[in-house]
């Protein structure tokens, strides 16, 4: 049975919107980090919105090691239209997309991936959907944009692995008690 692990890049205030407006400070620790989350995933499911925004940047870019692995992954898209930016790779998934995560979870394989995503993951959440979140956590406040866990029910979390980075991110690692 697949693992669903989500990685997900959050202000201290816990706002996951625009990473690129504090995450400034990346450093060894954190590349090994991304490296070890990344291993173990041959599925990737995106929501539309990061789908657009990704697809017309990663496809082109040196930056590794996630340029790698997302450009050649498989990767689901969660969406009711139809995609508009090719990407090699990419599906749309078609009908109820919790029943088919569902299916596919009973499937053999590596872990599936969420990246991103954040209307997507909150779903998969409150739908019990997610065994492990893979979180870096900068050491800076946002206070605008969209919060992962908004609107997410209350529920217990096992912390299984904490690094702090160099430069001050927390690397933590949580399986969720279902």
């Given at each position: 049975m697949r693992k669903v692990v989500a990685y997900e890049l959050l202000s201290l205030d816990g706002v996951a919107e625009e990473p690129q407006e504090f995450v400034n400070d990346w450093d060894d620790a954190m590349n090994e980090n991304l490296k070890r989350v990344i291993a173990?995933?041959?599925?990737?499911?995106?929501?539309r919105r990061t789908y657009n925004d990704w697809a017309a940047y990663w496809p082109d870019s040196e930056n590794e090691p996630f340029s790698g692995f997302i450009n050649k992954v498989q990767k689901l898209v969660i969406t009711s239209t139809p995609l508009t930016n090719?990407?090699?790779?990419?599906?749309?998934?078609?009908?109820?997309?919790?029943?088919?995560?569902?299916?596919?979870?009973?499937?053999?394989?590596?872990?599936?991936?969420?990246?991103?995503?954040?209307?997507?993951?909150?779903?998969?959440?409150?739908?019990?959907?997610?065994?492990e979140l893979r979180l870096v956590i900068a050491p800076a406040f946002r206070f605008q944009g969209r919060k992962l866990f908004e609107n997410v029910a209350p529920?217990?979390?096992?912390?299984?692995?904490?690094?702090?980075?160099p430069t001050g991110y927390l690397l933590l690692d949580y399986s969720l008690n279902k």
């Open positions: 173990t995933q041959d599925i990737v499911v995106l929501g090719e990407w090699s790779g990419s599906s749309v998934v078609e009908g109820d997309p919790i029943a088919y995560l569902q299916e596919l979870i009973l499937q053999p394989g590596g872990d599936i991936g969420i990246h991103g995503s954040i209307k997507l993951l909150q779903s998969l959440l409150e739908n019990s959907l997610v065994d529920g217990r979390l096992s912390l299984t692995r904490s690094v702090t980075s």
